[in-house]
């Protein structure tokens, strides 16, 4: 998969942005870390999420990892396949392994994120401490 089109937080959320609304999900490295999921505790449609704020959180065999907002907005999608098949965040973090969808508020948060290459840098760091 081609992730040009991502950005990424130091939380190991991705995000892809197609016009206002913006899919939100974990990175490889993150549900690599996290092992086999088991559970997804997904947000509602409705929510407002704020920047920074735990918006959710995944159970996996060992431990329970909260999801943060990567940015601002209201909750307009939640992948409900997850409820059954949360084993898609292993098989698939970066397709059907999607958590929600935000309308974004303020696209002027995107720049702070990493692109796909700062990310990779990022990962380096973390992986020689």
Known sequence: MDLKDFLFTKEHEWIKKEDDVASIGITEYAQKELGDIVY???????????KGDACSNIESVKAVSDIYAPITGEIIEINETLEDKPELLNQDPYGEGWIFK????????????????????????????
Do not use: A, C, F
């Open 40 to 50: 997804v505790d997904l947000p509602s449609v409705g929510d407002t999420i704020t």
């Open 102 to 129: 935000v309308r974004i508020d303020d696209s002027d948060e995107l720049e702070e994120l990493m692109n796909h290459e700062e990310y990779e840098e990022y990962l380096k760091g973390i992986l020689e401490e």
